[in-house]
Structures are given as C-alpha cells and as structure tokens.
C-alpha cells in the first residue's frame, strides 16, 4: 500500500540517506535507529553498492527482518555477507576507508563539534552523558560524516531559558568538527575532511568552504528560516540557494516503514512534531 | 597476559569472583545488550568489591549496575547507555555527576589500539594523529608525535594490561578452552591480555565436543570457567536467548533514585544467593520459554522488543 503522508522522522531518515553515496563505505556503531535505516533505505534506493556495515557486531551488509531498538542484536547477524571483529571495522576507519559515519550529539556548535560526554565543566559534571563510543577518533579519520540531532526545534520556554541544542560554544567537544580551540584541521593535521552535512528535524545543512562553519541549505516543509534562526543559538550561515528540503518519495516512506516496522524511529521525536502528516511532492 | 595450563578450570561463581582483588584494572566482555557478563557482575557485587578501575567499550546494563552497587573506583569507558530503547544509564550517570567515579571517558578505537598494544607485546602504538577533542584532556597518557620514517603526525598511545577479564560465552571444556557462537565482540582480545580471565558459560562440554567445534578462545588463556546458565541475563545470548527488556526497563526503573536502586539489589543480588534462585526470581521457565522463544517466527521476536 502506497502512503498517504510523511513525518518528520521520515524525511530526516531520507535526507541522512541522500548523505551516502553509491559504493560508499558507510559505518554506524551505536545509536543507530536512524543512521542504520537510512543506510538500508541508500543500499535499496540509490546506493545498492554501498558497503553497510552494522554496529559492533560487525555485520556487513545486514539484512535484518525489522529494526530493533538496540544497536547490537542478533537480528544484524543473522542474515548479512560476513561478520567480522570489531577491530576490523576501526582498522577501516583508520587506514582511511570508512568514507562515511553518523554522529549524533546533545549540543552542537556552528564548526560541527559535538558533545557526547559531559554537560557542564569536567570538575563539576551537571549531566553525565553516555558517552561517544568511537566518535573522538573516528571523527579524525573518517573521510566525512553526517551529524544528526532531532532535537534542533526549540520551544518558545526553552528558547527564553538560552536552552538550545546548536550552541555557539559546546560544553565538551567529543566529535571534532571544521575548528576547535586546539586549531582547524588542516592546522592539527587530521587525516579526515570532518563533517559535510548536518540533518536536523528542521533542516539540511553543509558547511561552508573557507570558513569550516554549518550554513543552511534547506528547510523542512512545516517550519520556516525565522524559526531555525530562533532556534539556532549562533548566527546562521544561510547559502545562496537555500530552499525548501526535497520531500521524500512514496517509495521510499514505504520502505522506511518496511524497515522500521516497530517504529523505533518514532521514538527521538516529539510527539507535536510527529503529529505533523505531510503531503509527498507528486 | 598469563599463560595458565591448569587442567581442571572448573570453578564456583563466589571461587571465581574472588580471584578479583579491590581496585583491579577489569575488562568487560560483551557489547551494551549482548552477551554482557551479567552474573559475574552481580557476584562482584555481592562479594563487596571495592574500587574496581572498569575497562570497557560500550557497555548497558554491566556498568550501569556496577555503579549502582559501588564497586567502581574508575570508570574508563565510551559509552554506557541504553540507547533509544531505555534511555539513560541512570546509576552510572549519578556516580560521575556525584564524583563516585572517576570519569576517564575513553574511545573504542583508542581502547582497542591499547589492548592490541599488550597483545603485540609492545609498549605502546600509534594511531592517526588525534586532535581537536576534549577527550583526549582526561587522557594526558596520550601523546603527539611524528612517524621516525615519513614524519606524519602521530598520537601514541600507551599498553592496557588488564588485571582481569569477565566474559560470558556458550560454552567451554574443563581444561578452558572457549566457544563462542556468532560474533565475538572484543572478547578473544580481551582473554588473550588480562592476567586472570573468568569465564562464565552456558554449558560445560567434554574435550572431545569442543575440538569438534573449534574453540574460540584457546584454554592457555583462560584461568576459571563458571558454568552458570542464563549468566548473560538480562542481556541476550543468542542463538540460546534474546534480551530480557522487561527486567531492563525494570531495572532502569529501580534505578530513578539511590535509595530506589538499592531494592532492586537487595532483590536481585543480596537475597538471590545461587543462580536458581536467580532464575527463579526473574519469572521461572515461563520467562525463560519466553527469552527462548525469538527463533519461532519474525512477529514472535519482535515481541521481544515490545
């Protein structure tokens, strides 16, 4: 059955998607609801020669029976090409072959740094946050990555308290973006071209050339620049051609929900966002 | 790493466990909600460990629930978490925002190269020059250098010789030798580095079973092997078991406050003296039919997750 509408998770899924490139090596170790549907959507949309290679257990081009809402199942296993060690996977990113990884991260800054560790300052931790597996050094070496954050809108109470996700300044930089204290990374002489997309529950974003700093490049549908720029703690960089995000296709919301049939991708958004259906462009 | 060829390895879980002294460097087997080294780790517990310096990828419920039962002095991880299944590791959060623990945040790359280090028999190794995050702040260990040959940008980082390891697999024999089926995870690593490497397993099988299987880990790694059935548990072991979610979530919610959590483990730990009792406790062989139940068909495993 074709779909009727889309949601806020759908789109971000596909535009995480339109991040990976045909014969891409892409790898998503945890977290992974999002990064990893997208990645199944790519290999059966436009990139079925991309590489996938799923979580810690090491799964190569899984193909799993429904999305589970851990990162390491047996589900990833049961049915791919090969598993293989988890050293495997960071000998990849470190001899420069992983072209592509996710991140994720509670506050991000306008270079692309990310925060997975701590809130607050390392002598006096407010929120200790899980951790960012291995994003400080695959962050280094991964030839790009895309982050993600689907908690970029910001109600009007927290905007008034200063409580934004994309900060100008993170508390700890677990993920390293463009610029950090310590240089750029041509400056630091890091092996990886850092991150070129950012998908957010209100946007798509790049980053700019000269300056290494996120600039919009498109806007989702049910919201508005105005909103982004209330959302969005540090001036924003908007690109010359900025437009309204590309909607998915049926197709490809059919295929989320082939993937995900339990929903796990629900569960990162707000319940208001998701209460947004939203008609496909055809 | 020791090389230990005792023929008869069998031991208790409270034999094992006191092979652990206070403040041992310990690596975790297992990944967040896979073949975690469950019981073991409520042993520790039970038997009062104190100050552990915990090694470890990314981890669930295993180092979640040794900061609620304190026995964590350093915690030297990248990721403990529930992911967006449970959320937040509650306990764990707590120790470090309260100062309980140490906070040494590490990185599964970086982790992997120091254990491999030891394995190599090596000092230290180099990585891809590393730079730019804050984490490498908590790792003042960690340092810049060039390549002797081409000059490249270099980070080197030092050994990790682990004083134990805690693992749970399917199955071993007496004299140690390990199987594991489906993916290994760092575990062989693991065993190949630590001084003491306890091992708790399914199922114990003769010699002649497992040279038939191919062991996973060779014998002269290992030091005791537990037979403890369901020791994984409330993570999974497939293909024997899927992951208990429901314990997880009440677990997770036990763990809302300090005080909250200490009922869970006076339940679950304190007052479960043997692992019949254990199982007993968690829902008998109604929860086990249930745990076991994944490979009938599709919509029966994605019950697991409801």
Known sequence: MKPEFYTVDELVIVCLARTIKENDVVFNGVASALPFTAMALAKQTHAPNSVFLGGLQGAVNPRFPFLPPVSVDYTFSIECDLTIPAEEIFNLANSGNIDRIFFGGAQIDKYGNANNSIIGDTTAVKVKLPGGAGACSISCVAKHFTLWNTRHFASESARKRGNFTFMDKVDFITTVGHKTPAGTRREMNLKGGGPDAVVTDMGVFDFEESSGVMRLCSVHSYTSLDMIKACTAFDLLVSDNCHQTVPPSRDEVALIREIDPLNIRKRLFAAEQLAAQMKFGD | ?306
């Open chain 2, 1 to 306: 790493m020791t090389i230990n060829t005792n023929s008869d390895k069998l031991y208790s879980l409270i034999d094992a466990v006191s092979l652990i002294d206070d403040g041992a460097k310990i690596v975790v087997g297992g990944v967040l909600t896979a073949r975690e080294p469950s019981a073991i780790v409520r042993e520790i517990i039970r038997a009062g460990k104190r100050g552990l310096h915990v090694i470890a990828g990314a981890h669930g419920y295993a180092i979640d629930l040794m900061c609620a039962g304190d026995v964590v002095g350093i915690c030297e991880n990248s990721f403990a978490g529930y992911e967006f299944d449970l959320g937040l590791a509650l306990n764990y959060r707590r120790a470090c925002e309260q100062g309980q623990v140490v906070i040494k945040e590490t990185d599964c790359n970086i982790l992997l190269q120091q254990f491999r280090a030891t394995q190599f028999g090596v000092p230290f190794l180099p990585m891809p020059k590393l730079g730019g995050s804050d984490l490498l702040t908590l790792h003042p260990e960690f340092l810049a250098s060039k390549c002797p040959y081409t000059g490249a940008d270099l980070t080197l980082v030092p050994a990790i010789k682990p004083d134990v390891a805690i693992i749970h697999a399917h199955c071993a024999d007496k004299r140690g030798n390990v199987k594991i089926f489906g993916p290994v995870f760092k575990d062989k690593l693991l065993a190949i580095i630590a001084d003491k490497v306890i091992v708790s397993v399914e199922k114990v099988i003769s010699e002649e079973e497992m040279r038939r299987l191919e062991p996973t880990i060779p014998y002269y790694h290992t030091s005791a092997i537990v037979p403890l059935p369901f020791g994984a548990h409330p993570t999974a072991c497939y293909p024997d078991y899927a992951y208990d979610r429901k314990h997880l979530q009440e677990f997770v919610t036990f763990s809302q406050s300090a005080e909250t959590v200490k009922q869970y483990l006076e339940k679950y730990i304190y007052q479960s003296m043997n692992n019949e009792q254990y199982l007993e406790l968690i829902g008998g062989q109604e929860k086990i039919s249930f745990l076991k139940s994944w490979n009938q068909d599709t919509s029966q495993w994605m019950e697991v997750f409801k």
